[in-house]
Nanobody, 115 residues
Framework: QVQLVESGGGSVQAGESLRLSCAVS????????VGWFRQAAGKGREMVAL???????NYRDSVKGRATISRDSAKSTHWLQMTSLKPEDTAVYYC?????????WGPGTQVTVSS
């Protein structure tokens, strides 16, 4: 069974940048998509960015131009680089792995953006 572990969260000021990392133990299953979701207090979980095994990316509209997702399948690691952070980006960010067996999630890492 794969395990996902996030790192890189924390507290930043508006306008600053941060980079989240997700390490997947056991490796990426063939054909898997990976990505990042987030959940703000009192709200549902929402997709932030996804990247397929072919390298196709998808971003939610509110982070387009500010977020970049990347992956290194050989290292079973993917990253989310976010710039120009806004207070509305404050949330728990979850690492995601999607396969034909279903989704797997990391425990989450808090990102807090202060104005």
């Amino acid at each position: 069974q794969v395990q996902l572990v996030e790192s890189g969260g924390g507290s930043v000021q508006a306008g600053e940048s941060l980079r989240l990392s997700c390490a997947v133990s056991g490796g990426y299953p063939s054909g898997s998509a990976v990505g990042w979701f987030r959940q703000a207090a009192g709200k549902g979980r929402e997709m932030v960015a996804l990247i397929t095994s072919a390298g196709t990316t998808n971003y939610r509209d509110s982070v387009k131009g500010r977020a970049t997702i990347s992956r290194d399948s050989a290292k079973s690691t993917h990253w989310l680089q976010m710039t120009s952070l806004k207070p509305e980006d404050t949330a728990v960010y979850y690492c995601y792995l999607g396969t034909i067996q279903g989704p797997s999630w990391g425990p989450g890492t808090q990102v807090t953006v202060s104005s």
